[in-house]
């Protein structure tokens, strides 16, 4: 017997054709210190993950409040060929006793399933209690940092490899 793979068990040459091209979907509005945040998705040996990656993110207001009327918490942007995006939108404050995150989920040919993280910014006095983070073996944290970039803040994705991100189960 021959088995051929159907839609279901492959992504196919065909995952770009539900990407969105919504520029708008980038910025989210809100009162607080603006801040841009870029993504790098890179494969296993650094190279990027080009036109073939969505970034979604959720993310709390400035305040630390989710599902606020005037702040959506939520964009969605996929890749360039340089494997890049950048989110106009607020740095979010600490929720609970969590320091400053943003929730991200990576959609990329080759994955069947989404891949969640978090980005939190370095230097965050707060991430030295975070329990999400203190989950997170100490020589791995530096994956889950974006770093300051003049006025940017930088974060890179990287799928597998050396320096993997560090990707939770939920």
């Known amino acids: 017997m021959t088995w051929i793979p159907s839609a279901s068990q492959t992504v196919g040459p065909f995952f770009n054709f539900a990407l969105t091209a919504d520029a708008a979907l980038g910025v989210l509005g809100g009162a607080g210190e603006r801040i841009q945040l870029r993504f790098r998705v890179t494969d296993g040996n650094g190279e ?14 400035a305040g630390g409040r989710y599902g606020q009327p005037d702040f959506r918490g939520f964009g969605r942007l996929e890749t360039d060929d340089a494997g890049m995006c950048t989110f106009d939108t607020v740095k979010p404050g600490a929720v609970g006793a969590q320091a400053p995150h943003i929730n991200v989920a990576v959609f990329a040919r080759g994955l069947l399933k989404q891949l969640y993280t978090r980005v939190y910014f370095a230097g965050e006095p707060l991430n030295a209690s975070d329990p999400i983070l203190a989950l997170v073996p100490e ?13 940017a803040w930088c974060f890179e994705v990287r799928l597998q490899g050396d320096a993997e991100t560090v990707f939770f189960d939920v």
């Open 48 to 61: 990027p993950a080009s036109t073939d990656a969505l970034i979604e993110i959720w993310q709390a207001d």
């Open 139 to 151: 020589g791995r944290r530096a994956t889950l940092m974006a770093k300051q970039a003049g006025s």
